[in-house]
């Protein structure tokens, strides 16, 4: 196959060049926005009598017609042709004959491939943002739902205070909404138009940039052709935004495979969401919860490869960056499909209350209420603290819990390391140390009492509301 770029050339390709050189294999999927950007560049060129409108209108016919076959399955891409943006062409060539070859006129490969990514990451952004609200809608549903269902709260991996499991969920809450306003900012670095720049140093003909910026919905133009060529800014921090949803999701998935063990016991997984054994009959895993936390480190490798790649490479365009598009793919391959079935695996889930308000009573996790009890009495929360601690201890020689001592047991106790400790305690310490009085005292703004929690689906409802009007418009 002659190529396009081929007339300095004595020789044919090596076939293991053609090979190792081709990325027709995974760019295809570039087809959409290569045509799109060509289009709105045969038009501008048209506009701008650079070639002549009747040949901008062939092109733009071809073009479209083109775009028909290969939605159709009629389209054979071309090793030799090297990548999408070669195949497109050659293909225009030959279904319209000399025309065709005009629409590369005013453009390089090297602003051409940083246009369709860049139209690529854009459009994916928006999809991911769309399944990021749908987990969104379903933990602040849950979250209401669950709002005063009380559970321990874990420091360490050790029960530390009892907490509500709306108030749970909610913590996710702020993770993913910092995701969505990451992804949303990466769309500001995306939505600018490098076309135009040519192969690095711009072009002699009267190209109009900001004309082809508009009909391709770009909010501005690159302000540097040789960064124009050799940015990929845009696509590592998609990857980046990409790769801490996946830890948020795999610290997520992390927590239900600990809930969903015998051991915790506080949620059940839904059948269609769950794996058996091929020897073990009774086993039911949470395979689907695994593998997200598994694929975390795929999508942290696309991140570290393409940096690998960008960290030494000199002005302008590189071969080098053509390995920029399989981690691209990746990443966005593997968050999205990660989301998608991450909600409703979410929404399946059985939370069994009566074993986590159990739980919540176990480890002391009211210990910090008494002291904070006494502090209210008078005492300094030091000394408070170390009576606690000394209540805690004998609990322990005894395998009680606090709310199991006697009024003379905790004065008698107490007395032994605070003077007048004793007189500080009174029968109102039983109220004190219930689990719901407890999650019920925490009302700062935030806290896990059941109010705050309903407060805050409240504004969480509010913020999904506004941000999607957002990504609407």
């Not at 081929?6 to 081709?22: C, I, M, P, Y």
């Not at 070859?101 to 690529?120: C, E, I, M, P």
């Not at 969104?136 to 874990?154: C, H, N, Q, R, W």
Request: charged share 30%; proline share 2%; with cysteine.
């Amino acid at each position: 196959m002659k190529k396009l770029w081929g007339g300095r050339f004595q020789k044919n390709t090596a076939q293991l060049v053609e090979d190792f050189h081709s990325s027709i294999g995974f760019d295809r999927r570039l087809y959409r926005h290569d045509i799109r950007g060509s289009i709105a560049h045969a038009r501008m060129l048209g506009k701008q009598g650079i070639i002549s409108k009747e040949e901008a209108d062939q092109i733009i016919a071809g073009l479209e017609a083109l775009l028909e076959e290969i939605e159709a399955g009629a389209v054979r891409f071309s090793v030799e042709a090297e990548d999408i943006h070669m195949n497109i062409e050659t293909l225009l060539i030959e279904k319209i004959g000399e025309a065709g070859k005009k629409l590369h006129t005013g453009r390089s490969r090297n602003d051409q491939v940083a246009v369709d990514t860049r139209l690529y990451v854009k459009e994916e952004i928006i999809k991911t943002r769309k399944l990021l609200f749908e987990l969104l809608e379903t933990l602040v549903d849950l979250a209401k739902e669950y709002s005063a269902s009380i559970m321990p709260g874990f420091t360490h991996l050790q029960i530390a205070q009892p907490v509500t499991l709306g108030h749970h969920l909610l913590a996710y809450v702020e993770m993913f909404k910092r995701d969505l306003e990451r992804l949303e900012d990466c769309y500001k670095r995306a939505d600018v138009l490098p076309l135009g720049s040519g192969a690095l140093a711009g072009t002699t003909y009267p190209l109009d940039r900001h004309m082809v910026a508009r009909e391709l919905g770009f909010s501005c133009v690159s302000e540097n052709s040789m960064d124009s060529v050799s940015d990929r800014d845009y696509i590592i921090e998609f990857l980046a935004a990409a790769s801490l949803i996946m830890m948020h999701l795999s610290r997520f998935c992390e927590e239900i495979i600990l809930w969903s063990s015998q051991e915790f016991a506080f949620v059940e997984l839904d059948d269609a969401y769950s794996t058996g054994s091929s020897i073990m009959p009774q086993k039911k895993n949470p395979d689907v919860a695994e593998l997200i936390r598994g694929k975390t480190g795929r999508v942290y490798g696309d991140l570290i490869s393409l940096l690998t790649v960008m960290k030494g490479l000199s002005l302008a365009y590189n071969k080098d960056m053509q390995e920029d598009k399989e981690a691209l793919f990746d990443g966005v391959d593997t968050v999205q499909k990660c989301l998608l079935v991450f909600t409703p695996m979410l929404a399946s889930m059985t939370f069994k209350q009566d074993r986590m308000y159990r739980d919540a009573g176990k480890g002391f996790s009211n210990a910090t209420d008494l002291a904070d009890y006494l502090v209210k009495k008078g005492m300094s929360f030091r000394e408070a603290h170390h009576v606690v601690g000394n209540l805690v201890s004998y609990c322990l020689s005894g395998g009680k819990n606090l709310e199991d001592l006697t009024l003379s047991e905790m004065r008698k106790t107490s007395d032994i390391v605070a003077a007048k400790a004793s007189s500080r305690i009174d029968e109102d310490v039983y109220e004190a140390l219930r689990l719901e009085t407890v999650v019920a005292r925490r009302l700062t703004y935030g806290g896990t009492a059941p109010r705050q929690v309903l407060e805050a689906v409240e504004r969480a409802k509010e913020y999904i509301s506004t941000a999607k009007k957002t990504l609407e418009d």
